[in-house]
Antibody, heavy 121, light 106 residues
């Protein structure tokens, strides 16, 4: 069974940093591109970025470049999202997801349960 | 970036009713994918590559479309289908989602 489990969320002060983790099981982690998506309360889904299977390349949505860093540790089956200089607008549930399909069919076939990040003083 | 516009934003359907949700892209895309999100849960892949049902999805669901216009249809609405449905394109980077259609049961 494929499982993705996020952790590391919580209440964080504006301007602080936070690192989210996503531990996966049930598939060969090192074979897949992995992605992060967020959802502000009551809002839609927003793509953050993705990372290549070997970790050598990352791509980010233009609006996310600069304050978010995606990394992975294939030995630990773990995906990370480093968030820096967080703002109130970063308050959201953060999901890790697996990318599936080849171009131009890319889609998200498995999602974690999500982790809530609240930015507030 | 490609903008996906979903309509309607919200709708309510009676059990047994036929339902059609639409998703229009600002530029042509090769495929459309759909996700179901029930309240308080994470999104689930529902329809991929425009018309293929994800594992476990009832066959009362179907997807169609091409170019800039796509749709998700429920042949006969059931209570368990009440959820928000999002379309998503992966043909052009970055991948983008529609703002969702909230489907309620009457």
């Amino acid at each position: 069974e494929v499982k993705l489990v996020e952790s590391g969320g919580g209440l964080v002060l504006p301007g602080a940093s936070l690192k989210l983790s996503c531990i996966v099981s049930g598939f060969t982690f090192s074979d897949y591109w992995m992605r992060w998506v967020r959802q502000a309360p009551g809002k839609g889904l927003e793509f953050i970025g993705e990372i290549k299977p070997d970790g050598s390349k990352t791509n980010y949505a233009p609006s996310m470049k600069g304050r978010f860093t995606i990394s992975r540790d294939n030995a630990k089956n773990t995906l990370y999202l480093q968030m820096s200089s967080v703002r109130s607008e970063d308050t959201a549930t953060y999901y890790c997801a697996r990318r599936h399909g080849g171009y131009p069919r890319y889609y998200f076939d498995y999602w974690g349960q999500g982790v809530m990040v609240t930015v507030s003083s | 970036e490609i903008v996906l516009t979903q309509s309607p934003t919200t709708m309510a359907a009676s059990p047994g009713e036929k339902v059609t949700l639409t998703c229009r892209a600002s530029s042509s895309v090769s495929y459309m994918h759909w996700y179901q999100q029930r309240s308080g849960t994470s999104p689930k892949l529902w329809i991929y590559e425009t018309s293929k049902l994800a594992s476990g999805v009832p066959n009362r669901f179907s997807g169609s479309g091409s170019g800039t216009s796509y749709s998700l249809t429920i042949n006969s609405m059931e209570t368990e289908d009440a959820a928000t449905y999002y379309c998503q394109q992966g043909s052009s980077y970055p991948p983008t989602f529609g703002s969702g259609t909230k489907l309620e049961i009457k």
